[in-house]
């Protein structure tokens, strides 16, 4: 009974093998998915939250000229607000999803291309390399002024650094293998 569980143990060890290109215990491909779609689901809620409150917002200042004086008026005024604030949580909710997840997948996904095809192996320059590609390509998206476009594209070279920093630190933390750029 012991030695089959072993057996099993090891088995199982042994197909969770990560490959060479493994991040913070994942695969690239799993990495891209599972990240994705938290980008996905904070930006909407995140967005939900926003869309909401605005428009609950305007609809005050859409009716604060003629408020309701009966209780049957303030059942209809809530009751079409909430409908406004639930369709423009959805909309914006969707909105900001959509446009975090895609932004979250063209991170990693520039990433693990940087990874497989110019260094070989995962490295902080790699990010470095992904921060800067998706800081600059939504800073030219947005058509920031000068001032705007450098800072976001500073803040994400230097978000994208730290992050393979912080991974390489972990990596050369569980595994006791030094970084090539290290040695």
């Known amino acids: ?6 057996v099993e143990n090891e ?16 695969e690239p491909q799993e990495r891209l998915a ?5 980008g996905v689901l904070s930006g909407g809620v995140v967005g939900a939250y926003l869309g909401g409150r605005n428009a609950g917002w305007q609809y005050l200042a859409e009716k604060a000229h003629n408020l309701p004086k009966t209780t049957e008026g303030w059942y209809y005024y809530h009751k079409w607000k909430n409908y406004k604030v639930i369709v423009a949580g959805v909309k914006k909710g969707a909105y900001y999803g959509l446009r975090i997840g895609g932004i979250t ?6 990433e693990a291309t940087c990874d497989e095809y110019v260094f070989g192996e995962p490295c902080m320059w790699s990010s470095l390399i992904s921060g800067f590609s998706v800081s600059f390509t939504c800073a030219v998206l947005a058509r920031l002024s000068k001032s705007s476009f450098r800072r976001i594209v500073l803040l994400g070279s230097i978000g994208g650094l730290t992050m393979g920093g912080l991974q390489d630190a972990l990596s050369w933390y569980d595994s006791g293998i ?4 290290l040695s």
């Open 11 to 26: 088995t199982l060890s042994s197909d969770k093998k990560l490959s060479v290109l493994a991040r913070i215990q994942m």
């Open 1 to 6: 009974m012991a030695e089959t569980q072993a």
């Open 105 to 110: 997948a063209l991170y990693q996904k520039i």
């Open 34 to 38: 599972v990240l994705s779609m938290t």
């Open 178 to 181: 030094k970084p090539k750029y």
